[in-house]
């Protein structure tokens, strides 16, 4: 049983735990019952878990751990056992003390200005804790928000990367077709002049070769020499 709770420490909610650690209130009970599994102790309304200071910080580590958590859950029990068996033996301490107080009154003031100094150093060192608990918190904010902006940062710079990308494949694919279609002109362009090209050659072929027929006829036949050039010619 726990007999860590300080008087008048205060008690949190589900709700409240959420709020204090920054997590949601489902995540509150799956770690709750994480820890539970693994042997740790929570104070009980009945079937509900009541959170003080030390639950938080538990909760805290198991948000923030890289390790399974399982694992933290068993390291964090451990040390809630080390953190009962020192409360344990000091209250057992304090009761010794308090059956074995002298009867002599200047000896009972001296062990009262002894017990006052030790609760006031006790009272010290617990603002002290608290200070540097909330000044930890705050730095574990902090370093949370600048992981949310840097993430952030990488996913806009990585998606107007990705952008840029594709409207420079959008242009060069835009450019390609302009050149392909530009070389499929050209080269049916090319065809049709080579086409025109074999035409003209072919009626230049036809019309040289009926003119050697002609005048191999023309030749042929006996005429004399100015009719037949001037029939050839005519023709």
């Known amino acids: 049983m726990r007999r860590d709770i300080q008087p008048n420490e205060r008690a949190f909610s589900s709700k409240e735990v959420a709020e204090e650690v920054g997590i949601a209130t489902p995540t509150?009970?799956?770690?709750?019952?994480?820890?539970?599994?693994?042997?740790?102790?929570?104070?009980?309304?009945?079937?509900?878990r009541i959170f003080v200071q030390s639950d938080l910080e538990a909760l805290i580590s198991l948000r923030d751990t890289d390790k399974p958590l399982d694992d933290t859950a068993k390291d964090l029990v451990y040390q809630q056992k080390e953190r009962l068996d020192r409360f344990n033996e000091t209250e057992i301490a304090v009761s010794d003390t308090y059956e074995n107080l002298p009867e002599d009154p200047?000896?009972?003031?001296?062990?009262?200005?002894?017990?006052?100094?030790?609760?006031?150093?006790?009272?010290?060192?617990?603002?002290?804790?608290?200070?540097?608990?909330?000044?930890?918190?705050?730095?574990?904010?902090?370093?949370?928000?600048?992981?949310?902006?840097?993430?952030?940062?990488i996913?806009?710079?990585?998606?107007?990367?990705?952008?840029?990308?594709?409207?420079l494949?959008?242009?060069?694919?835009?450019h390609y077709e302009t050149l392909l279609q530009q070389e499929?002109?050209?080269?049916?362009?090319?065809q049709a002049e080579i086409q025109n090209m074999r035409d003209e050659q072919k009626e230049e072929w036809h019309s040289q070769n009926d003119f050697n027929k002609r005048l191999e006829e023309a030749i042929q036949k006996p005429k004399g020499i100015w009719e037949t050039l001037f029939l050839l010619f005519r023709k």
């Open 184 to 190: 499929k002109q050209m080269n049916e362009f090319l």
């Open 169 to 174: 494949s959008e242009q060069q694919m835009a």
């Open 28 to 48: 509150v009970r799956k770690y709750g019952q994480i820890l539970e599994r693994n042997g740790y102790e929570f104070l009980k309304d009945g079937d509900r």
């Open 106 to 153: 200047n000896q009972l003031k001296e062990v009262l200005r002894f017990l006052v100094n030790e609760l006031a150093a006790t009272r010290e060192m617990n603002v002290q804790l608290t200070n540097d608990m909330s000044q930890l918190r705050t730095a574990v904010s902090r370093l949370q928000q600048d992981h949310h902006s840097i993430s952030s940062n």
């Open 155 to 167: 996913a806009n710079s990585a998606q107007k990367t990705q952008v840029k990308i594709e409207k």
